[in-house]
């Protein structure tokens, strides 16, 4: 029973740490979103030119961070005309290059492990371009549309079909306080709640449990922490395989991270292991539904290759800058609630929060909260039911 609370008391320190970022994060995503229409996003996707994968990774950036609505909402891109690339580039970005992700790895880990993010995110999109333009053949790549164009449901499709921007003339801040910009704020920020909350209890479960149980002394081991030339190129390749195997996505595997830190992980690996939320055996099933087989192994290989290159680039990069931290230094958030900057923060944005919630359960948000797991094309009926509502 000690055992047991012992791990719990440590995800909840964690909880505690990270839970005014998380707000802030998803409050500034639903605020673009309530502005940004998703018509606007297809159209803007419609080859692989560099530019355009810039514009596709600012987008994702802006986007959900939810890895399972940004896979679905991908889909629904490549369905509806945006080329393939410039579609995966916006999946990446999405999980990888948003807000919330930036702050939890400063709170957690260090500013070093944010800037790596945020350098690693546009490398690794940049190699799986080169990758695609390399080895990616036309008739994979139709096979690919002809098995999307079946529309299976994968998850959280609802979610990922709802565009609920607000329509209408005038500038950003008009738009965004008028009554139906704060309401689809308000629904926005709720459901990009409902679509994480799952991975996030999940993640932050195993990082206690596997923080109060498994010794150092294994982890050093296994990620040859006293072979510092083998540690920096074991990491990139083994983070991917840690993450796949976790179950864990989205901002769920940053704990866990914090975690594989301790342990003995080098620099490279942590980078390589927060970016693999996209190679989770349910999202790689999912990729199956979608794509087909022969794509989702296509998928596997390019995209592993793509974030050990990536975890390589930061370690080696930030390794010759000086930047990466002294790993003797990590700790793992044991404080628990204490009278200092961060419970004043978690008290002003839980009150934000609340609300926001208020103000969604008041404008039918229940509603359409049944409906984030929703087929295709039902959950394209019901955004553009809502989009017509605001």
Partial sequence: MHAVLHALSIAGSMTWEITWA????FLLSAVVQAVVHKSTVVRLLGDDRPRTLAVAAALGAASSSCSYAAVALARSLFRKGANFTAAMAFEIASTNLVVELGVILALLLGWQF???????GPVMILLLAVLFRLLLRDRLLQEAREQAEFGRAGSMEGHAA????????????????SARGLTSVSHVFVMEWAAILKDLVIGLLIAGAIAA?????????F???DHPLAGKLWGPLIGPLVAIASFVCSIGNVPLAVVL?????????VVAFVFADLLILPILNIYRKYYGPRMTLFLLGTFYTAMALAGYAVEFLFGGLGLVPDQRNAEIPMAGIEWNYTTWLNIAFLLVAAALLTRFFRTGGAAMLRMMGGAPAAADHAGHGHHGHH
């Fill in 261 to 269: 830190w301790k342990g003995g992980i080098s620099f490279g690996g």
């Fill in 223 to 225: 990620f040859f922490a």
């Fill in 162 to 177: 709802m565009d609920m921007s607000v329509a209408g003339e005038g500038s950003f801040a008009r738009r965004l306080l």
């Fill in 213 to 221: 149980w498994v010794p150092d002394s294994f982890w050093q081991a």
């Fill in 22 to 25: 998380l707000i802030l994060g």
């Fill in 114 to 120: 944010t800037a790596a993010e945020f350098v690693g």
